[in-house]
């Protein structure tokens, strides 16, 4: 008869330790630290892959209540009795943020692959970094590569780049390299934060031990001071690293373009491409559409026709439908219509389908030109080629209506874009309230200011000057102050067009006092009058027989403001060139 035994020893060939630890509900009593009871428990923890032990509750309960722990009331199976040790060693650290009772024990068993378990398992890039600094310095821990790596990609993603620059730091000291993958995130996000100082550093130590980087890192670099606007610091970079230290490729070239084009410097950019091909480099459809998109944003749009060309004549290129567009799109804001619709005619012609953004250039086009004939032909066209008209087609189409003189056709427009559920842009509302006011339909022009405070437009002051101007005109300034009341309840400041309506619109009336009110409240948010609003206030006052408010508004322009002086003596809220001025 064979008697089973309830507790069997293990094989001596059995090397998986399996540890089961139910945790308990412990009391919020603090137990004052014992650093010998705290080095028995993790020894008793601690095992080889030939011990074989069940760890008791009591044993359990008693090294997390000297931990400091809460136990979580369900059942944890640890199969590695090295994940047991990181996990104590975690708790301990995360209670008392210091490890010294135990300095002894732990500078013997704590391996830099636990350390690492460690700083992942607190999950906190400042934790993970104090625990780093006192496992190196108090337990002389030397740390592997991959704790670095994780440590310089926590913190950079948290925003902490003078820590991250410490560890690499520290990781130079330790005789280590980054990875170029890491340095791909670690000089980038330097530069996302403005520390472009801290990512030239960490380069210049690189290059002293590194013969050269990809072209990977640099791309990176460039394209995130481009995103930021600051296309000369990232020109500066190229020409002090790549060649010397770095191959670019054809990417390098493009990121560098799109930045000096879109900040108006397109002969800097051509340039650019012209050095291509020293580096070993050839343009590709994306360098040309880049470079053409420029030059028509710069009405240079012959010149860019000239690329289109120099792309079809290049056997291993081909022009697509971005590269028609933006020399369709150059041409229609030039209002030269046929030369945009022979380029048109020619993408259909190369089997090239055309875009919305495509329709809407060439609507908006013959809309500004008054060919509302063409314009609808062409929208009727973009709904053929099942493209959905959006905020900008209906826009185009309002906008070609009123330019006509048809605003009720540009009214029918309104309606159906509502209908299809378009919401309008603060440009739609704006065309048609101008429209309305210049046809003295003022009324109709408050109900969309109206429907403007229920849209998710941002109300500007652009939107409310005609309607206020046309009140002004039509002699009901009351009704005028009641829209700049409201333009102020949304938070939209009156600007400097707004408060010259008022002055002039209550002076005309003989409300002088208001108008002056007008004049102050002006000077008082720091909004400068122009020479015409002080010439006209000065000519009404003295009209109205009030020459010493007259004179008091000529001393504050011509000796306060400095008006017709040069500004170095204006205040410094005051002075021009700050002056928020009505689109």
Known sequence: ???????????????????????????????????????????????????????????????????????????????????????????????SHSLDSYVGYLSKNLTPSLAFEVIKRLNNPKLGLRFFELSKFS?????????????????????????????????????????????????PSCAQMGRSDLAEKILDEVHCSVVGLSSFVYNNL????????????????????????CCPDSWTFNILIRGLCRTGAV???????????????????????????????????????????????????????????????????????EEASAIFDEMIGCGLKPTAVTFNALIDGYGKA?????????????????????????????????????????????HEM????VSPSAYTFSVLINALCKGNRLCEARDLLRELKGSNVVPKSFLYNP??????????????????AEMEEKKCTPDRVTFTILILGNSMKGRMSEAIGNFSKMLSIGCAPDKITIDSLISCLSKAGMPSEAGRIKKIAYEDLNMGAPSMGRPPHLRANEIPVAV
């Open 1 to 95: 008869m064979k008697i089973y035994d309830p507790n069997p020893k293990p094989s001596q060939t059995q090397t998986q330790t399996q540890f089961l630890i139910e945790n308990v509900y412990e009391s919020r009593r603090v137990v004052p630290d014992d650093g010998m009871a705290v080095q028995m428990s993790l020894l008793f923890f601690t095992a080889r892959p030939t011990f074989w032990g069940r760890a008791s509750k009591i044993a359990a309960s008693h090294l997390h209540t000297l931990a400091g722990a809460r136990p979580r009331p369900e059942r944890e199976v640890l199969l590695n009795p090295e994940a047991w040790f990181v996990k104590v060693v975690y708790t301990l650290f995360l209670r």
């Open 418 to 421: 509502n209908a299809k559920n």
């Open 467 to 484: 309607v206020i101007d046309g009140l002004c005109k039509a002699g009901n300034i009351d009704e005028a102050n009641l829209i700049v």
């Open 139 to 187: 337990l002389n821990v030397n740390h592997g590569v991959w704790t670095y790596h994780y440590l310089l990609r926590s913190l950079c993603q948290m925003g902490l780049q003078d820590s991250a620059k410490l560890v690499f730091d520290y990781m130079r000291t330790d005789g280590l390299s980054p990875n170029e993958s890491v340095l791909e995130f670690l000089v």
């Open 267 to 337: 002969d800097k950019g051509l340039e650019f491409f012209s050095d291509m091909r020293s580096f070993g480099c050839s343009p590709n459809v994306v360098t040309y559409n880049t470079l053409i998109s420029g030059l028509c944003r710069a009405h240079e749009v012959d010149r860019g026709c000239d690329l289109l060309r120099e792309v079809q004549f290049r056997s291993e290129l081909s022009p697509d439908v971005i590269t028609f567009t933006s020399v369709i799109s150059g041409y229609c804001k030039l209002g030269r219509m």
């Open 222 to 245: 460039f394209n995130v001071l481009v995103k930021l606007n600051r296309v000369d610091e990232a020109v500066c970079l190229f020409r002090k690293y790549v060649g010397s230290y």
């Open 370 to 414: 008054g060919d509302m004939n063409s314009a609808f032909s062409l929208y009727e066209s973009m709904l053929f080629h099942g493209h959905c008209a959006d905020v900008i087609t209906f826009t185009s189409l309002i906008d070609g209506y009123c330019r006509a003189g048809h605003l009720n056709h540009g009214l029918q427009l309104w």
